[in-house]
């Protein structure tokens, strides 16, 4: 990404789950390019370390505290707080946050582990979309970008829950630029593979058996998955509607 990449200056972004992982990566690339970014999460001391290390870098962003497991009050509450933070409507958003639910065969998944992942990953981010994406139609431009995953894309055995939940997004997102497309509104998204976050580093063992079947034998780093999101968010896609952008070595492919 160019230092002087201007693509999305002068929009506002909100980022869900933006105070670890990926979507510190996404913050950051979204606030390199230009937009005012908020950053999201439960954490108020790690968000206001992403929030300064942004603005360090020249970049301009806000914290807003978040729970999208409280659901539709927490939901809410962050759609008001991140409009309220940037000052009017929000150009882009950014549905980042997800449970990552331990492997497990799907006779030991309980009701509580049903609950909790499809309430991170999949309402979370339906009624946030909601909530959020009549005002862009209002005025006729956004942009929505969902992270997907791989896992939505082909079966696993022991992640039959967290699947489910990936390929539900992806299916929103063709659904909801079928709903906002015609009003100038793009809902895309990425779906990675595997990501060298702190995370999954420390399971490297774990992950080599995957890596030697995926063509480019590596894991995506977090910032070629954000620079995936950033063009999605930004001009240089503007007809791009209801896709998937597998962000994964190609795995999805063999």
């Known amino acids: 990404m160019s ?3 201007t693509r999305l200056t002068g929009r506002t972004a909100l980022v869900t789950g933006s105070t670890g992982g990926l979507g510190v990566s996404i913050a950051h690339a979204l606030a390199k390019a230009g937009a005012f970014v908020v950053v999201s999460g439960r954490s108020k001391e790690r968000g206001d370390d992403v929030v300064a290390a942004i603005r360090a870098d020249g970049g301009e962003a806000a914290f807003v505290l978040a729970d999208l497991a409280a659901g ?6 962050l759609a008001e707080q991140a409009t309220a ?3 009017g409507a929000l150009d882009v958003l950014v549905n980042n946050a997800a449970t990552l639910l331990v492997p497990k065969p799907t006779a030991d998944v309980c009701e509580r582990d049903l609950q909790e992942v499809f309430g991170v990953n999949v309402f ?3 009624l946030l979309t909601g909530l959020l994406a009549p005002a862009m139609a209002e005025r006729g431009k956004g942009a929505v970008v969902n992270v997907g995953s791989v896992a939505g894309l082909r079966g696993a055995s022991g992640s039959a829950v967290y699947s489910a939940t990936k390929a539900v997004v992806h299916s929103l997102t063709r659904s909801w630029a079928a709903e906002y497309g015609p009003a100038g ?17 420390e399971f490297a063992d774990h992950v080599a058996p995957v890596l030697e079947r995926i063509p480019s034998r590596r894991m995506s780093t977090p910032d070629e998955v954000a620079a995936s999101v950033v063009f999605l968010a930004s001009d240089d896609s ?3 509607h209801g896709a ?4 994964d070595g190609g795995w999805a492919a063999t």
Do not use: H, W, Y
Not at 244 to 247: E, G, H, Q
């Open 185 to 201: 509104v793009r809902i895309n998204a990425v779906a990675p593979g595997p990501i060298a976050t702190e995370r999954a580093l």
């Open 85 to 87: 933070a940037v000052g």
């Open 72 to 77: 539709d009050a927490g939901v809410r509450a």
């Open 238 to 240: 503007a007809n791009v």
């Open 244 to 247: 998937t952008l597998s962000v």
């Open 3 to 5: 230092p002087n990449d």
């Open 124 to 126: 979370a981010p339906f």
